[in-house]
Each structure stands twice: as structure tokens, then as C-alpha cells.
């Protein structure tokens, strides 16, 4: 009866060694793809808050983004260093794009560009997506 004992402990001991390396890892690709999806729906809710004529809730937004954006940074720095040569030029003008933006000091300012800058913005994350097949 100890040896049985012993076998289903083992048992379960070997279970939750393999459901554990099995876990929630994500690989930093994983990681940038959803960081990107992040900063897109943001920019979408800054959008939509300027749409409406919400200039305080499209800064409260803006915000947000510049914090996904820099989520987006910490998983990009975990990539190979292949693909962060690849993505470089992206990240650097996702970037620019979104300080673009953050500099807006009314809600003028912050529409005029808005739309060129999304439709950049959307290009980059689109190219982003496309070289980690997400």
C-alpha cells in the first residue's frame, strides 16, 4: 500500500511538472502581437473620443497608448536580435508617430493630424503583425 502511495505521488508530481512547463509562457512574439493590438484599439478609442469632440478623454487615451506603446518596447527588447534589426525602423517610427500626437495641446491640433498619423500608425503595426506572423 506505501508503494502505491509513492507511485500516485509521483504521479502527480511528474503531472504538475509538465502542466507547469505548459503554462502561460508566451514568447515574446506573442507578446509584441498583443502589445501591437493594444496600441491599435487605443488608438481607436482616441479616435473615437475625438470624433465625438472629447478632447480631455482622447488625452486620457493617448495616454493609455503611450503606456501600451511602452509594453510594446519591453516585449520588442525580448525578440532576437534578428528581429529586432528587422522591426527597428518600425518601432522607431511607431514612436515618433505616437509623440506626435501626445504633443497636441488642443483638441484642433490633436484632429488635424490624427487621421495621417493613425493611418501610419496602422501601417507600421500591420507590418509589425506581418513580419511575426500575427
Not at 506573442?30 to 475625438?50: A, F, H, K, N, Q
Not at 498619423?117 to 506572423?133: A, F, M, T
Amino acid at each position: 500500500m506505501h508503494r502505491t502511495t509513492a507511485l500516485a505521488s509521483c504521479a502527480a508530481l511528474a503531472a504538475a511538472v509538465l502542466l507547469g512547463a505548459c503554462g502561460d509562457d508566451e514568447s515574446a512574439s506573442d507578446r509584441v502581437c498583443e502589445d501591437r493590438s493594444d496600441v491599435r484599439d487605443g488608438l481607436s478609442e482616441v479616435v473615437d473620443d475625438l470624433s465625438a469632440g472629447n478632447f480631455g478623454e482622447a488625452q486620457d487615451e493617448l495616454s493609455d497608448v503611450e503606456e501600451d506603446f511602452r509594453e510594446l518596447q519591453s516585449s520588442f527588447d525580448d525578440l532576437s536580435a534578428q528581429e529586432r534589426e528587422e522591426l527597428q525602423p518600425e518601432i522607431d517610427e511607431l514612436e515618433s508617430q505616437i509623440n506626435a500626437l501626445g504633443d497636441a495641446q488642443s483638441l484642433d491640433d490633436l484632429s488635424a493630424g490624427a487621421d495621417d498619423v493613425v493611418s501610419s500608425v496602422d501601417s507600421i503595426l500591420s507590418q509589425i503583425g506581418d513580419s511575426l506572423s500575427c
